[in-house]
């Protein structure tokens, strides 16, 4: 992406960088990041009640006490809370199911996540992607989901539904689309 | 390129979107409804009102009558706002208004109308964009909603019934409302778990 691959294959670390916003976060650990010559590889990064969260991983051959070194800086004034650790190549999973995006909202309180997911985990169900966000009285749940080969979806919405009703909030689950074009 | 749900009710060969503004529609106005509208408190997500799927109403009726003319003068005096539908005021009934005349991503339009018990007949051509909601007011979320339906309904008052073609952003306005009238919100419909924002502005 933007640093020349070596034949070796490289390490990879895990770095996050949490804590009080401000403008120019991701322009300086991204910076230190390239000044050791690590390539950038998968990132995200939101807001979270305001607070400033990101995780990314980057390859390269700087080992982890050099990355720290370089992203201590960020630390500096207290309000940032930055790590680095080693993490293995994972092998990208081979989605042999089907996709599904849950939507869950109602009032709030507690245990509204572990027991919809709970009956996400019981069908077997891998999380692939999950936003939840408590916006005044509102929460809201937004997951995909990959459900495995041959499972009974009808089943496992109307599980979910079954635990979002108990807890008074509304669940849809409804097929992720994908158009291929 | 083919979608599965491009063919949505499309039996008939009917073409949404192609068939023109419906005249009856562009020309009616709340003042047909010969009743002052109030402006009603705008109910917030988690009411139970907007997860529950509204009832059938009657247009002829003098409630069905007098919520048309309350839902205009709410939608009215709330700013930004090109529709409004009955479980946003309180009321579990499937009467909804709109009026995206002023609205920049307005293709053709209908300008102010109330519908009772519509639904949508045909739909194509989905597109993706970010909606916000006076119901859900501090998140905003990217939609995929077909841009040419057709949608049969009523009119408040003389109960006529009216099948009328829309396009662009009265359609995903169109569809926003007869969600919210089947007890389901934009949130119900997102993209994905990387499609919810926190809103940066409000109107």
């Not at chain 2, 964009?129 to 077909?146: F, I, N």
């Amino acid at each position: 992406m933007n640093s020349p691959r070596s034949t070796a294959p490289s390490i990879l670390h895990a770095v996050t960088v949490l804590g009080h916003d401000r403008p120019g976060i991701i322009a300086e650990a991204t910076g230190r990041l390239a000044g050791l010559g690590l390539n950038l590889e998968d990132s995200t990064m939101t807001l979270l009640r305001g607070h400033f969260a990101m995780m990314l991983l980057c390859a390269g051959d700087a080992p982890a006490a050099d990355i720290e070194t370089a992203l201590a800086p960020l630390a500096d004034d207290g309000t940032l809370t930055v790590t680095v650790r080693e993490v293995p190549q994972e092998p990208a999973a081979a989605a042999a199911g089907t996709s599904w995006v849950l939507t869950v909202h109602g009032g709030d309180r507690p245990g509204i996540v572990s027991a919809v997911v709970g009956q996400v985990a019981e069908a077997g169900g891998n999380i692939t992607d999950l936003t939840t966000r408590l916006a005044g009285d509102l929460y809201l749940l937004v997951a995909e989901i990959d459900l495995p080969a041959g499972a009974d979806v009808d089943a496992v919405g109307a599980a979910i539904r079954a635990a979002a009703t108990d807890l008074g909030v509304g669940a849809t689950l409804r097929p992720a689309e994908a158009d291929e074009l | 390129m083919s979608h599965p749900s491009d063919q949505q009710g499309q039996q008939g060969g009917q073409q949404p979107g192609t068939g023109g503004v419906h005249e009856r529609v562009l020309a009616w106005s709340e003042t047909e409804l010969g009743v002052e509208g109030r402006v009603l408190e705008v109910v917030r997500a988690p009411a139970a009102v907007l997860s529950a799927v509204g009832e059938r109403v009657d247009p002829t009726s003098p409630e069905t009558v007098q919520l048309a003319a309350d839902l205009v003068a709410t939608m009215r005096v709330s700013p930004g706002c090109v529709g409004l539908a009955a479980p946003q005021v309180g009321v579990g009934a499937q009467v909804f208004c709109v009026d995206v005349s002023e609205h920049p991503k307005t293709r053709d339009h209908h300008g102010t109308f109330v519908l009772c018990n519509a639904e949508v007949v045909a739909s194509s051509r989905n597109e993706k964009a970010r909606e916000g909601c006076m119901s859900v007011p501090d998140l905003t979320g990217d939609v995929k909603r077909a841009s040419r339906i057709v949608v049969r309904g009523q009119l408040p008052g003389t109960g006529e019934e009216v099948e009328l073609h829309a396009n662009a952003f009265e359609a995903r306005c169109l569809q926003h409302e007869i969600d919210h009238c089947q007890g389901l919100l934009f949130v119900d419909r997102v993209a994905g778990a990387h499609a919810i924002f926190a809103r940066q502005t409000y109107l």
